[in-house]
């Protein structure tokens, strides 16, 4: 195993990361930097007085601007070595004063698994850089998420904010905004498009250096955080493509100029993306305005000319002594700015011009938009709507245990703080080995929420709306109000602002009350009437600033928090008002109607894409549809469970009703007129909407012009599946015989076809991997489809081509379909296969195709280069033609093709591939018929529906019932079968095998049932194969160190049987017996009391008369019983059974105490479990799950029931091609140039999706680790802080990925020397850790190392030894007495033990770990001899020791002692260990690798003709590691190992 060796896998599947999330235009904050318009990575510069190209986050990532700071661009990092270009790094550091560079290790060999994208990889020297996520002991920051490739820099994905210095983000950051730069939101006219602010290409006639660049929109940064400095910003470059080496999966049509050969296997050719181009730079100077606000001091404001004016009113309404302002312009030399002008474009703004707040006469919208302002500010500490999951609020607790913002604030609180006592004693049940896990640590209790009561009430007056006499004097609206000291007051709103009334409660008086004060703000009129009001208000607001922005800015998609306090509910006109008035989704900012959900849908997919601005705008407009489109099809959905809105066919029975509420159409998932009756009734009914919106993502990703899905939510809710989709127009008015042009409307029997529609589904055909087919309709004329026959085609009265009804897009799984005289390979067989499952809609994931079709691939280039290199030997005999037979027949040939390629593999793939395409192009007798012949028996070996080129497709009709085939289509049909047979064979035998390997190797670490099912879908395996999947872990020769992925793979499987169970359960339970029926499910699930008692709601009150029953009650109106009967042993007995059923897999437990005696659960843990997937709330509070006395919930104890929501997630694919280019980048060693690309894909992001996103969040933990790496701890820990905030608002506190975001804060703490913090954030990752799975997971012992290596450095011995052992045993168990982990184990607590002078104990353990090193590495590895010398130092210490003591023994009190050398470990020696568990090593170097080192930097510099400037870099660099080799000799016991002597 090679120490400097580092795996270079990339991002391949950011697209697919978890969760992704919009923010509505009036709370997203015109906060985020502007997008650059850029089309292509940053090039590198061509002169060496180039300037960097601009800095798209002049706040965050100052990259360009400290020249200190990491290489420049055109430098090279070879094996991580920064060459700096003047003078050594510069930023807080441990220890010692010069640092060496850094490089991530790979402590395992881990390779890209099957149909991973990876990115060009590095080769010989360029391998040996940086890691970022060490597998094995590194922060396995998305590992867990099922990536195969070792360095899951895939799930790195990105995310920003482009924040003033720590200290100023309060009053910048206008995240509360009530006006939108958008007003007219996306059903406005094409003005209000225009002026969202897409960035904008330079016209040539702006010759002015300030000329024009992107304009602000509502994500772009707030004038206040622009800098002072001047940036410069690359312009795209004439016909600019994205980089080579972005891969396009042949699903890009609009950005390739042609088709690729094969499948989707054109590979990029390695090229620079900058060759031979040079940079275009424009001038974006910010200047300085004053604004001259009424009341208060004139103040400066730095903005940039790019901006709108509406820019700089949200900044005022956010900033601290301005907020409470809505109602006002903006005048310059008396003239009122247009909000929506960019600044540039506005004659006499200039450096100095003075802007003067002007108030204006209020209008009744104006009126609300103030006082739903004022209710959001006295709100803003508040964490109820969090709770309630109402807005896109959600929980963050981070500045609980940073106490605070990290930024300067930290900085202040670190002076000293060695000398400062730290409290290090985790709490009880932190500590290893505690049984107890409590609930309410998961949130615990913010300070800041303590309410400062401004005001009693605020609300609507009882005597709105004004009379019309009144209107005639300016009343506009009334408000009452009862104050903190209890004074009962009515206010008029009036065009002239607010003053106070003479009405009472039940008297009507509108003159006004003394003191007679008008004022324009209602706060400035509450100030005088209310001291305390005054004073809290104010207070109110600091604390409002002082938050991080991160904490505040809506997410685009709203996240349910499974558990809540006890919160009281407080009176709120405003939330009283949306909640019964027709506002369906903030339509009041549209005049007079609601949103056409199809037509904006559809109008932002036909917006151009042909450059990168426009693609830019088009992706953002797609995701703000989408997001509000989601927001409101959720908020539909309930309304009618609920019983709340009308159905549309009343008369029908409840199950076959349908619902149109907000232009959205609603339906349940039920199987109405029997349409589902061949495919397994309510059953396929069910999960036939899921499988549809599959089929609208995949039709949606590969986004083929002139073809239009619909907007598609579905959404579980009180055990309903409801579907929500945008209406088509037309379609409502004639029946759907006539409106279907294309497919079948009842499974195959009547069938039609459309040449339009065959032009537009071919053109999705290769990528979706269909294969173009005939089938018969029932007059046996044949018809061609280019999809399953299910998916119809319907022209809407817009002239759009619709396709709907998707969910037979991907081929049969036949492992769950049997079909009569068809028999499937041996693996299925032997696995027990084919399984007759529920219902017969059962498809192969998308992955799994790919996978299927990438192997495939493999295969036919092996093939084909054997028989190459047969022809090329001139061998007397050619191998005939191979025959399509059976996956043995092929299996047998693959092992031959990796013996016979040999040497010469390379060189005969690439002539294969070159062969194949010249054949491909059809190029004619110039091909060898011989070789044409190898291609040919190549194509029929794999299966493709090519002979003269590798094509594989699937027939997705194939064993479809009802749905029969041409005679003469009779051989494909065979051959399409087979495919099939294959493709099923192929997910027992790779794809599980596979993906248990990985957990082996621990590349895929699952922590919760959600990543774990991710990391089954990732690798195209369907959740039904959860029971195979277990099998395969019992069967594993590795069964110990996979106990943890049969742990959750078990509580997977009970909690998704008990959701099973529950979903029908809920479906007999009336609204009122809500709470009760949930209660008792949980009891029965969870508590060891033996016989619970329902309680019926009739408990509460009886009715005197009873109704009669109605024969049409709502969905979620059902008035039954019978759940109240069900008992603890009776629903085990249906759990063991459904396991059974539906997994194939036998539990055997009678009661929840059993299961989790049997395997090792937690009561918890499952708890969490079943209330994510059902939506469930709890009250947070500890729960007695093992009393015998009494159950463990009350009905009390049910807070809420929550939707679960299904949808598509938009992408940003620009940004994701920009961020696989800075990975690709930073793998080869340009970290600096990685760096610009990572923060220009950040900023691409931060363009479509707003502030907060999950990818967003990935790459901001990237850039924090790149940062550290490069030195700046300072910008490693605020990006770092970023991510956590980021992960816990979207994702949820406590899930993986948050927890990982912990860990890695951590770690730049301690570097910051914030030891406590750094403790705090470890302990509350651990809790975390403990709730969601338990203490027994491999990633608890590199957070337990993490922790015992902190106390070390502190000296709480005791404690560390406590953590370090527990670590010890994990990693012993997971990865084998043997392994390397399990020796730096033995070494951290031999460590511990020589501080604490017990050097016998300490040399037990160096000595395992040193026979460790010495079987897996040889007595000659600088690990071994490194041990050998440490273990001769403790043994000199024990016999000083020893000699000491005998000494006392002879000579009493007398005796001379020479005092131990026994020192406390220094921080730079614990940061260095820190780095070497987390994946990161700093390597000394010798003079010889200095020398190639020095050789290599002066050849690039040339190459890039500036060597004149990088010799005095490399002069410096290697005089800064020649003064480290003198400073420091020799390294210290446990330090990293050398380098490699040759680069």
């Excluded at 510069?45 to 965050?60: G, H, K, L, N």
């Excluded at 904010?161 to 950051?173: I, K, M, V």
């Excluded at 619909?710 to 759907?736: C, F, M, N």
């Excluded at 109704?1107 to 109240?1124: E, S």
Aim: charged residues 25%; hydrophobic residues 35%.
């Amino acid at each position: 195993m090679s120490w400097a060796g580092v795996c270079a896998s990339c991002c391949w599947r950011l697209a697919e990361a978890v969760l992704s999330a919009p923010a509505r235009d009036e709370e997203r904050a015109p906060l985020l930097p502007k997008a650059s318009t850029m089309e292509r990575p940053l090039p590198v510069q061509s002169r060496p007085d180039a300037p960097c190209a601009r800095d798209p986050y002049p706040d965050i990532i100052p990259i360009n601007r400290a020249s200190s700071e990491g290489p420049r661009a055109g430098e090279r990092r070879v094996l991580g070595i920064e060459m700096p270009s003047s003078g050594s790094l510069q930023g807080p550091r441990v220890g010692s004063a010069t640092r060496p560079a850094a490089v991530l290790p790979a402590d395992l060999e881990l390779g890209t698994t099957r149909g991973e994208l990876a990115c060009a990889q590095a080769s010989g020297a360029e391998q040996g850089l940086v890691k970022l996520e060490a597998s094995s002991s590194g922060f396995k920051a998305g590992s867990w998420a099922g990536s195969a490739g070792g360095v899951d820099l895939a799930n790195e994905a990105p995310f920003t904010y482009s924040s003033r210095e720590a200290q100023d983000w309060g009053p910048t950051c206008e995240l509360e905004a009530q006006a939108s730069p958008w007003p007219g939101r996306w059903g406005a006219a094409e003005p209000d498009l225009a002026s969202a602010g897409s960035p904008r290409i330079p016209q040539e006639e702006h010759p002015n250096p300030k000329g024009p660049g992107p304009c602000g929109d509502e994500s772009s940064a707030s004038p206040e955080q622009k800098r002072e400095e001047t940036r410069q910003q690359p312009l795209p470059l004439p016909g600019g493509e994205l980089p080579a080496v972005m891969l396009l999966n042949g699903d890009c049509l609009d950005k390739k100029s042609e088709e690729p050969k094969e499948n989707g296997h054109e590979e990029a050719e390695p090229s620079d993306e900058a060759s031979g181009q040079e940079v275009i730079v424009i001038q974006d100077t910010g200047f300085t305005v004053k604004i001259l606000v009424p009341g208060i001091e004139p103040f400066s404001l730095q903005v940039s000319p790019q901006e709108m004016v509406q820019e700089i009113h949200q900044v005022l309404m956010d900033r601290e002594d301005t907020c409470h302002r809505t109602c006002f312009s903006l005048q310059l030399d008396g003239n009122v700015l247009d909000n929506f002008s960019e600044l540039r474009t506005i004659e006499g703004l200039e450096e100095g011009s003075v802007l003067r707040v002007v108030e204006e006469p209020y209008t009744v919208r104006e009126a609300r938009i103030h006082v739903r302002h004022i209710r959001d500010l006295l709100k803003s500490l508040d964490p109820s709507d969090a709770f309630n999951g109402v807005d896109c609020n959600s929980l963050s607790f981070l500045s609980v245990f940073t106490d605070g913002d990290l930024g300067d604030s930290g900085k202040r609180k670190k002076k000293g703080i060695e000398m400062e006592p730290i409290d290090c004693t985790p709490p009880e049940h932190i500590l290893p080995g505690s049984k107890d896990r409590p609930l309410c640590a998961l949130q615990p209790q913010n300070r800041d929420w303590k309410p400062l009561q401004c005001l009693k009430v605020l609300t609507m007056s009882g005597w709105n709306p004004p009379p019309g006499n009144r209107k005639m004097h300016g009343d506009l609206m009334y408000l009452f109000v009862i104050t903190a000291e209890d004074r009962h007051v009515s206010i008029t709103a009036s065009t002239r602002g607010f003053y106070l009334n003479q009405s009472t409660a039940y008297n009507f008086n509108p003159k006004p009350a003394s003191p007679r004060f008008l004022s324009h703000s209602l706060v400035e009129l509450l100030n005088q009437i209310s001291p305390t009001f005054k004073k809290h208000f104010s207070l109110l607001q600091k604390k409002r600033v002082q938050r991080h922005p991160f904490e505040r800015i809506a997410t685009p998609f709203q996240v349910y928090s499974w558990t809540a306090p006890q919160v009281e509910h407080a009176m709120d006109c405003v939330r009283a008002e949306d909640a019964y008035t027709s506002r369906l989704g903030y339509e009041e900012h549209i005049p007079g109607q609601t949103r056409d959900w199809n037509e904006e849908l559809q109008t932002t997919r036909e917006l151009p894409r042909k450059n990168l601005p426009e693609r830019l705008l088009r992706e953002r407009a797609i995701f703000k549809v989408h997001s509000d489109f989601t927001a409101a099809a959720t908020r539909g959905a309930m309304a009618v469970i609920d019983g709340n809105v009308m159905a549309i066919n009343p008369s029908e029975e409840t199950k076959m009703q349908m619902f149109i509420w907000n232009n959205i159409f609603f339906s349940l998932g039920f199987d109405v007129r029997d349409h589902y009756k061949d495919f397994g009734g309510d059953v396929a009914a069910y999960v036939a909407p899921t499988n549809d919106l599959n089929g609208v993502r995949t039709y949606n990703a590969v986004d083929v012009e002139g073809l239009y899905t619909l907007g598609t939510v579905v959404i579980d809710y009180r055990g309903y599946r409801v579907t929500a989709q945008s209406i088509i127009p037309g379609i409502l008015e004639r029946e759907q015989e006539q409106s279907v042009i294309y497919g079948s409307i009842d499974f195959g029997k009547t069938v039609v076809s459309h040449p339009r529609y065959l032009e537009l589904l071919e053109k999705t055909s290769r990528p979706l991997k269909i294969q173009r087919h005939r089938v018969l309709n029932d007059r046996d004329e044949e018809v061609e489809l280019c999809s399953s026959v299910e998916c119809k085609g319907i022209i809407g009265n817009d002239g759009r081509h619709y396709i709907l009804d998707l969910l037979r897009t991907f081929p049969p799984d036949l492992n769950f379909l049997p079909v009569a005289g068809e028999e499937l390979p041996e693996d299925c067989r032997r696995a027990g296969f084919p399984k007759s499952h529920r219902h017969k809609l059962c498809c192969l994931r998308q992955e799994l195709v790919d996978a299927f079709v990438e192997h495939r691939y493999l295969l036919f280039m092996k093939l084909a280069a054997i028989q190459l290199m047969q022809h090329k030997a001139n061998r007397a005999e050619s191998p005939g033609p191979l025959e399509n037979g059976t996956s043995e027949a092929r299996a047998s040939v693959t092992p031959e093709a990796a013996e016979a390629a040999g040497e010469e593999g390379a060189s005969g793939l690439a002539k294969v591939k070159e062969l194949a395409e010249t054949i491909a192009s059809d190029s004619g007798p110039a091909v060898d018929p011989k070789s044409r012949e190898v291609i040919q028996n190549a194509c029929k070996a794999v299966g493709s529906v090519s002979s003269t080129s590798f094509d594989i497709r699937f027939n997705p009709d194939i064993f479809s019932p009802g749905v029969r085939f041409p005679e003469s289509c009779q051989d494909e049909v065979r051959d399409q079968k087979q495919l099939l047979k294959d493709a099923a064979a192929f997910l027992l035998s790779c794809q599980i095998p596979g993906l248990v390997k990985d957990c082996t190797d621990h590349t895929v670490l699952p922590m919760d049932g959600a990543t774990l099912a991710e990391a089954m879908h990732q690798r195209g395996i369907n959740i039904r194969y959860l029971g195979k999947v277990l099998d395969f872990v019992l069967r594993s020769p590795a069964r110990p160190q996979l106990d943890h992925i049969y742990k959750i793979g078990i509580s997977e499987l009970i909690t998704r049987s008990a959701k099973h169970i529950f979903k029908t359960y809920l479906q007999g339970v009336e609204l009122s017996g809500l709470s009760a029926a949930i209660s008792h499910f949980l009891n029965c699930f969870l508590s060891s009391f033996p016989n619970p008692v329902a309680h019926l709601p009739a408990d509460e009150l009886v009715s005197k008369k009873k109704n009669k029953r109605r024969k049409n009650r709502p969905p979620g109106g059902a008035d039954n019983t019978a759940w109240a009967v069900m008992t603890p042993q009776e629903l085990w007995k249906d759990i063991c059974q459904e396991a059974k059923n539906y997994f194939d897999f036998g539990l055997e437990c009678e009661t929840v105490d059993q299961a989790v005696e049997t395997f090792g659960l937690q009561k918890i843990t499952l708890l969490r479990e079943i209330s994510l997937k059902t939506g469930i709330q709890i009250l947070l509070k500890e729960y007695s799950f093992d009393s015998r006395h009494k159950p463990a919930f009350t009905e009390e104890d049910v807070l809420n029931i929550f939707p679960v929501v299904k949808h598509v997630n938009p992408k940003a694919s620009d940004a994701f091609h920009f961020f696989q280019s800075g990975q690709a980048k930073v793998q080869q060693g340009f970290l600096k140039e990685g760096c610009e690309l990572i923060t220009e894909a950040l900023n691409l992001f931060n363009n479509v999706y707003g502030a907060m996103h999950v990818e967003i969040c990935a790459c901001l933990r990237l850039l924090a680790r790149l940062h550290y790496i490069m030195g700046d701890y300072a910008e490693a820990l605020s990006n770092q802080q970023k991510a956590v905030l980021m992960s816990e608002r979207v994702l949820g506190i406590e899930h993986p990925n948050t927890i990982q975001e912990y860990m890695h804060l951590a770690l730049y703490c301690f570097a910051s020397s914030q030891l406590s913090t750094a403790l705090s954030l470890l302990y509350r990752a651990r809790y975390l850790l403990l709730l969601v799975f338990g203490e027994d997971h491999p990633e608890m012992a590199l957070l337990d190392n993490n922790i015992g290596l902190v106390l070390h450095g502190v000296m709480e011995y005791e404690l560390a030894l406590r953590f370090l052992e527990n670590a010890l045993a994990i990693n012993a168990k997971y990865h084998g007495a043997k392994s390397l982990k399990v020796a730096l184990s033995h070494h951290l607590v031999a460590r511990v033990y020589e501080s604490k002078a017990e050097f016998r104990s300490a040399l037990q353990h160096e000595k395992e770990g040193y026979t460790i090193y010495k079987g897996q590495l040889g007595e000659n590895h600088e690990k071994t001899k490194e041990s050998s010398d440490y273990l001769k130092c403790l043994t000199q210490q024990a016999v000083a020791l020893q000699r000491t003591m005998n000494e006392i023994y002879r000579n009493g009190s007398s005796a001379n002692i020479v005092p131990l050398k026994v020192t406390a470990p220094s921080m730079a020696s614990v940061l260095e260990q820190l780095h070497i568990i987390n994946g990161i090593l700093f390597i000394p170097l010798s003079q010889k690798d200095l020398e190639n080192l020095k050789a290599e930097v002066v050849r690039r510099h040339q190459l890039q003709e500036t060597s004149k400037a990088s010799s005095g870099a490399a002069a410096a660099a290697a005089a800064a590691a020649e003064s480290r080799e003198e400073a420091e000799p020799g390294l210290k016991p446990g330090g990293a190992p050398p380098a490699p002597s040759s680069v």
